[in-house]
């Protein structure tokens, strides 16, 4: 072999070395389809396609027969603008908006407090009083439901004693029996019944941050406020983020606590009916009212509209300028 040859060989070896790996790298990249195949199937079966189906049958509407005829946008522009329907969707949509407001001013703030008392060192039986908190997250809807029915009615109930105990027995009165306290004292309910979601959720955040922050900070003489504040607080932020967009889907799809405790017609005077529950009386009809899939199917999609439209906000508007203050 003469010398060029050799230099050839040796200038076009190092080329041929990369090869192999890339070869074996496209070969393994199926096992990414593999894995996610199941889960994927199992989602796009009893998720995907309901959504779509009822997306799609929004459109139609039922015939005297029995069959369906296409009707395009007819049944939305009946949800929005007829007189039947039209109020009964916004008042239900007032109450969702009222009762996602109250959760997000109550359920959060509180949750953050409890996530900062329970993340302080120096506090005892943290872990009892972590479970205790989160043990009405635990329970039935149902039960939660038919307890504060009985605590809360004036027939049989404790509360007018117990508040009588403390002198504030002129407070009493059937909260849950008239319009203008039956959808604030449900939103409460559901308050204490899941404030411990959010208060688990930002505790575990508190947590992830490194104590070297804050111990540099307690020696620059930062106060606990301050850490609080100035540290603790926008560190926690994504995560604030996250506890909010998921109170939203939760409030706005809302349907079992309204049941359980005022039926279906959400008494007193559709006072607390929210989108869920009018969705279950136009879709499967309740005592003189017959249901209708297609219709049902409407205001389904005007929910999803409305909780669709919620998290594009929150990703174009206010997710990223939380991102900043990722760890």
């Known amino acids: 072999m003469t010398g060029r040859e050799d230099g050839a060989a040796a200038a076009a070896a190092p080329a041929a070395i990369p090869a192999a790996p890339l070869a074996r790298r496209r070969r393994t990249r199926w096992h990414i389809a593999v894995f996610l195949a199941p889960a994927t199937l199992i989602y796009s079966v ?53 009762f996602f407001a109250i959760h997000m001013l109550v359920q959060n ?8 008392l329970l ?30 029915q009985l605590i809360l009615s004036p027939v049989w109930g404790v509360a007018e004693s117990m508040l009588s105990a403390v002198g504030l027995g002129d407070l009493f ?8 306290s039956a959808l604030i004292t449900l939103s409460l309910i559901s308050v204490w019944q899941y404030i411990g979601i ?36 926008p560190l926690v932020m994504p995560t604030i983020g996250t506890v909010s967009v998921l109170t939203f889907v939760g409030n706005f799809n809302a349907f ?19 989108l869920g529950t009018f969705f279950y009386r136009t879709f499967f009809g309740n005592q003189l009212q017959l249901g209708d899939p297609y219709m049902g199917a409407t205001v389904a999609t005007g929910m ?13 508007q206010i997710r990223p300028r939380i991102q900043t203050y990722e760890l």
Do not use: C
């Not at 079992?256 to 929210?274: K, R």
């Open 46 to 98: 009893f998720m995907i396609y309901p959504l779509l189906d009822s997306l799609w049958m929004s459109f139609f509407r039922g015939t005297p027969e029995g069959g369906a005829v296409f009707v395009g946008l007819r049944n939305h522009i009946t949800l929005l603008t007829d007189e039947l329907w039209a109020g009964q969707f916004f008042n239900a949509l007032k109450n969702n908006l009222m």
């Open 119 to 148: 993340s302080t060192r120096r506090l005892r039986f943290r872990g009892a009083y972590r479970t205790l908190l989160f043990l009405p997250t635990m329970l039935s809807v149902v039960v939660v439901g038919f307890i504060w």
């Open 256 to 274: 079992d606590l309204i049941y359980a405790t005022q039926g279906a017609l959400a008494g007193p005077n559709f006072s607390t009916d929210l």
């Open 173 to 180: 009165q059937p909260y849950l029996g008239r319009e203008g």
């Open 198 to 233: 959010p208060m688990l959720l930002i505790y575990a955040a508190l947590l992830a941050i490194p104590d070297d922050l804050i111990d540099a900070a307690a020696v620059e003489g930062a106060t606990g406020w301050d850490i609080f504040w100035k540290i603790k607080l």
């Open 109 to 116: 703030p509180i949750g953050i407090l409890l996530a900062a």
């Open 304 to 316: 999803f509209a409305v909780i669709l439209l919620g998290i594009l906000v929150y990703l174009t």
